[in-house]
């Protein structure tokens, strides 16, 4: 994570947290908390920051799990008033500490764990504090969420599907909601028409964690909750799948109605530069045109595969959205992205020859190449 955040758990905050810590318990060591929590925070990241109070809150509260916990939660403040189930910038990440303390050290106090989980998560989202107790208590941990998929706040129908996320970013792995999703899928179905588009949205990341192992299984779900469907489940349906129609997944394309084989040329590619720096972007541009014959019109869905070199020397592909559309007989359209060479912490752009194809309702045309250069 980038620097700038990292300062959000500054001894000014750590102070805040002391405060806060001891208006609900009179007798909790404040000055001692603040020493042992700021002590070496300069040096550690975001989330390093936030275990190394986390710890601090362990050692200065009371022994007893039960009794700390219950300080906890009359330290909080006021639920979230954000509406929809959404966060408000840096603000909610006060209470990370919170669900981290309930996290690691909660695990033996199930009942006590889930009450404080469902408090703090409407303050911040306690997805990562669940996955411990997903993992050594499954049966559990489902009954309570299909009572919270129920639950009049939005922070807490979220967390159930955004909890039980198979590929979860940042969260650990637990292993049987990948193997086993066949558990959750009733939790999803109860969520899938939630009035809070956060909740949604969560919904559809769920899916599109599962289709990365079994796209066939969330092909089906998505052709039953497109039967009748209003614009919003609708929308779930379609973010849900984008990353089985970035791999041209052909049952995906089929129930968007994109699943016939494209009867297109590709012609008249430009990169624009055809060399650029690391830094830098290249424009890509082409022609899709009907070929000769097409006799109506065609749905289609247009995609972009840059084949980024790696450090190595291989390759590894990232797809990049460009349109929907319908190409009539005899017609043709002139499409394009800017693709951005810059340095990223999750992609950094190499100097080589970079290979582009366009994916057409699946089909792969090749485009042509770009070099990068240092």
Known sequence: MADPLKEFFSPALVARLGRSLASAHPAFPEAAFVRDATRGLARLELLARSRHITRAMRAHLPAEYREAVAILLRSLGPMSSVPDGESSGMAPFFYLPHATFVGDFGLDDFET???????????????????????????????????WAADPSAHVRRLVSEGTRPLLPWATRVRWLVERPERLLPLLEALKDDPASAVRRSVANHLNDLSKSDPDRVAAIARRWLRSASPERRALVEHALRSSVKRGHRPTLEVLGFGERPRVAVSNARFSPARVAVGDKVRIDFEIAAARGASRTQALVVDLVVHFVKARGQSSPKVFKITRLDLAPKGRAALGKSVSLAVHTTRKPNPGVHHVDVLVNGERFELGAFRVQA
């Open 113 to 147: 764990s889930m009450r404080a989980q469902h408090a703090i998560t409407q303050r911040f989202s306690c997805e990562f504090s669940i996955r411990g107790y997903l993992e050594r208590y499954p049966d559990e941990t489902l009954e309570v969420m299909k009572r």
